[in-house]
């Protein structure tokens, strides 16, 4: 809803439909991984397997906390990631207990890296800018701003400390060990004798992490088409998730390309809503306006910003170039950031010569 205020009360589709795509794609991947985890997890334990089925229940399972509205995501998150960080630690005490951390830290880095650094790093900020609007949906249930920025700047840091972490610590001693390199940890922790551990965080991790995807999803459904009842479009979208997860394999061939296609959607659109705040409107939104379009501050023309829209395509087209085409030494997704807002900058002080139209009296609860 927020986006209204820079690309216009009609023009805000746009990152709606952006952001249901992106999330949908991640849940894609996710319910697979969870699909793969549970198949490990109740095949140790019972000789059953079935990855489709598995696949179907755990999107099951987050279609109907989904349902439930925030306060399903809530009670869910408090008690998983409780788990999670028991679980996770446990893992980590196994594998700095079974094999040498020396031998992990001297580590020699691959002359010839499949990955290089750039597109390494390129691929962790395109991670954190797919999750950044999301963040929307649970930081506005807050007490307070600043403990709403305080829970996020933290919790998004230790939980990617600790999970890249681990992601790193069982690939590097994989690799020493001489195992199946994969993107499945459940398969190389099985090696060390507890792949059952790994499959339950996996499981926890994607349920957790799949509900906030398909309701965030839902809320920019919603923000599409306003009149619809939320567990409509959540029982849509999670049939949808469902299905694409079905893909399996083809998804993990291409999630790399996919992480890279979430820069090219996401990162010219935060651009451009935060030069629109801090720049344009001068730390200023009249929160009313955008949500009731009461006095059409926001409507620019016939509800769409045109230069937003141009500014998007400008930054889209140059992470496009730059990511596939002509890839950069530097990366492309910080360079598209500044492309993306620059752009918008000079259109708007092009085609505004004067802010007057933004002078209205704000609302400073924003």
Same mark, same amino acid.
């Given at each position: 809803?927020?986006?209204?205020?820079?690309? #216009?009360?009609?023009?805000?589709?746009?990152?709606?439909?952006?952001?249901?795509? =992106?999330?949908?794609?991640?849940?894609?991947?996710?319910?697979?991984?969870?699909?793969?985890?549970?198949?490990?997890?109740?095949?140790?334990?019972?000789?059953?397997?079935? =990855?489709?089925?598995?696949?179907?229940?755990?999107?099951?399972?987050?279609?109907?906390?989904?349902?439930?509205?925030?306060?399903?995501?809530? &009670?869910?998150?408090?008690?998983?990631?409780?788990?999670?960080?028991?679980?996770? *630690?446990?893992?980590?005490?196994?594998?700095? &207990?079974?094999?040498?951390?020396? %031998?992990?830290?001297?580590?020699?880095?691959?002359?010839?890296?499949?990955?290089?650094?750039?597109?390494?790093?390129?691929?962790? =900020?395109?991670?954190?800018?797919?999750?950044?609007?999301?963040?929307?949906?649970?930081?506005?249930?807050?007490?307070?701003?600043?403990?709403?920025?305080?829970?996020?700047?933290?919790?998004?840091?230790? !939980?990617?400390?600790?999970?890249?972490?681990? #992601?790193?610590?069982? #690939?590097?001693?994989?690799?020493?060990?001489?195992?199946?390199?994969? @993107?499945?940890?459940?398969?190389?922790?099985?090696?060390?004798?507890?792949?059952?551990?790994?499959?339950?965080?996996?499981?926890?991790?994607?349920? !957790?992490?799949?509900?906030?995807?398909?309701? %965030? +999803?839902?809320?920019?459904?919603?923000? $599409?088409?306003?009149?619809?009842? *939320?567990?409509?479009?959540?029982?849509?979208?999670?049939?949808?998730?469902?299905?694409?997860?079905?893909?399996?394999?083809?998804?993990?061939?291409?999630?790399?390309?996919?992480?890279?296609?979430?820069? &090219?959607?996401? $990162?010219?659109?935060?651009?451009?809503?935060?030069?629109?705040? *801090?720049?344009?409107?001068?730390?200023?939104?009249?929160?009313?306006?955008?949500?009731?379009?009461?006095?059409?501050?926001?409507?620019? &023309?016939?509800?769409?910003?045109? @230069?937003?829209?141009?500014?998007?395509?400008?930054?889209?087209?140059? +992470?496009?170039?730059?990511?596939?085409?002509?890839?950069?030494?530097?990366?492309?997704?910080?360079?598209?950031?500044?492309?993306?807002?620059?752009?918008?900058? #000079?259109?708007?002080?092009?085609?505004? %010569?004067?802010?007057?139209?933004?002078?209205?009296?704000?609302?400073?609860?924003?």
């Amino acid at each position: 809803m927020i986006t209204r205020a820079a690309f #216009g009360q009609k023009g805000a589709l746009l990152p709606a439909l952006a952001n249901t795509v =992106v999330l949908v794609g991640w849940s894609w991947i996710q319910a697979y991984m969870a699909g793969l985890s549970l198949n490990y997890a109740i095949n140790s334990l019972t000789g059953y397997s079935n =990855v489709n089925l598995f696949t179907i229940i755990t999107q099951v399972v987050v279609v109907l906390i989904t349902i439930y509205g925030i306060r399903g995501v809530d &009670t869910t998150q408090r008690l998983i990631s409780i788990a999670m960080l028991m679980l996770s *630690f446990s893992v980590f005490y196994k594998l700095f &207990t079974t094999y040498d951390v020396h %031998s992990l830290i001297q580590m020699q880095v691959s002359k010839h890296p499949e990955i290089t650094a750039i597109i390494a790093f390129d691929i962790v =900020v395109a991670t954190a800018f797919s999750w950044m609007s999301s963040v929307c949906d649970y930081t506005r249930n807050a007490n307070s701003e600043t403990r709403a920025m305080v829970a996020t700047y933290v919790g998004y840091l230790l !939980s990617s400390i600790i999970a890249m972490g681990l #992601g790193a610590t069982v #690939g590097g001693f994989s690799i020493l060990q001489g195992l199946e390199q994969t @993107y499945d940890p459940t398969v190389l922790l099985a090696a060390h004798g507890f792949g059952l551990i790994a499959a339950i965080v996996v499981f926890l991790s994607v349920v !957790s992490t799949n509900v906030m995807a398909l309701y %965030s +999803a839902n809320m920019s459904f919603l923000n $599409i088409f306003p009149n619809m009842i *939320f567990w409509k479009p959540a029982i849509f979208l999670g049939v949808i998730t469902v299905l694409g997860a079905l893909l399996k394999e083809l998804l993990m061939t291409h999630f790399f390309d996919f992480v890279l296609f979430i820069a &090219t959607m996401y $990162i010219p659109i935060f651009s451009i809503v935060l030069v629109d705040f *801090f720049i344009i409107k001068k730390g200023n939104y009249h929160a009313r306006d955008i949500a009731s379009d009461a006095q059409g501050i926001y409507r620019y &023309t016939k509800g769409f910003n045109v @230069y937003s829209y141009i500014a998007y395509v400008i930054g889209a087209l140059f +992470a496009l170039f730059f990511t596939y085409i002509q890839p950069l030494n530097i990366g492309s997704t910080i360079l598209t950031f500044f492309v993306s807002g620059l752009a918008y900058w #000079g259109l708007m002080k092009l085609g505004y %010569s004067s802010e007057k139209q933004f002078d209205q009296p704000m609302d400073k609860h924003v």
